[in-house]
């Protein structure tokens, strides 16, 4: 299994909108960095990544990044008091949405 990479994404543009963004892949991660304009990514370690989706920043709630790619069943599991699982399924939707993305952007090259 690889090793998962954390992030704090901040953006000049949404100043008090921070996400908690996890990747399985550098592809990934580089693709999100690109994808995400005006958007800078603190790396963290797991623990602050936990720390921040439990407690916040300032006060203010720390959302995780894209969850869309994640079946209901997933979602369910998403939990703060199951870290590392939640984690590993936080890296699975972001790897799934580049993925996604990657073939969309492949089959309109084609065009």
Request: proline content about 1%.
């Amino acid at each position: 299994m690889a090793t998962l990479q954390f992030f704090i994404r901040h953006n000049t543009n949404y100043l008090r909108d921070k996400f908690i963004l996890v990747f399985k892949s550098n592809e990934a991660r580089d693709y999100f960095k690109t994808a995400l304009k005006g958007s800078h990514f603190e790396p963290v370690s797991s623990d602050e990544a936990q720390h921040a989706a439990r407690i916040g920043i300032n006060g203010k709630i720390v959302s995780y990044g894209y969850t869309m790619k994640l079946t209901d069943e997933e979602m369910q599991q998403i939990s703060t008091m199951d870290w590392d699982q939640t984690a590993q399924l936080l890296a699975e939707g972001n790897e799934r949405l580049y993925q996604e993305a990657v073939t969309k952007e492949k089959g309109i090259k084609k065009e």
